[in-house]
């Protein structure tokens, strides 16, 4: 059973970094492909990247060159470094399981979503 739990989330001024993790309690991490996605307050939940199980990535235009995305499946937990953060990357943050047999930005193709960790980026 999968239950991610995401963390690291919090309050930086422009320009600034985080990085978030997304924890897997459960056993088999590993066998995930996994994706991160944000909403902001009156927004859709939209894509921001996403890893394969050996470690593949994709990521949305907005944030190519800012994030990156890792995984350490020793430790079932996947990560999202954010630089030269900016105030429309403010968001709840939350990370996913690929449902989808093949690579999609889409949401519905992603489950298992942990609670979501806020990020608020000021100018």
């Known amino acids: 059973q999968v239950q991610l739990v995401e963390s690291g989330g919090g309050l930086v001024q422009a320009g600034g970094s985080l990085r978030l993790s997304c924890a897997d309690s459960g056993r088999t991490f590993s066998n995930y492909n996994m994706g991160w996605f944000r909403q902001a307050p009156g927004e859709e939940r939209e894509f921001v990247g996403a890893?394969?199980?050996?470690?593949?990535?994709y990521y949305s235009a907005s944030v190519r060159g800012r994030f990156t995305i890792s995984r350490d499946n020793a430790k079932n937990t996947m990560y999202l470094q954010m630089n030269n953060l900016k105030p429309e990357d403010t968001a709840v943050y939350y990370c996913?399981?690929?449902?989808?047999?093949?690579?999609?930005?889409?949401?519905?193709?992603?489950?298992?979503w942990g609670p979501g960790t806020q990020v608020t980026v000021s100018s």
């Open positions: 890893i394969g199980r050996v470690g593949g990535t």
């Open positions: 996913g399981v690929r449902t989808s047999e093949l690579m999609t930005t889409r949401v519905a193709g992603y489950g298992h």
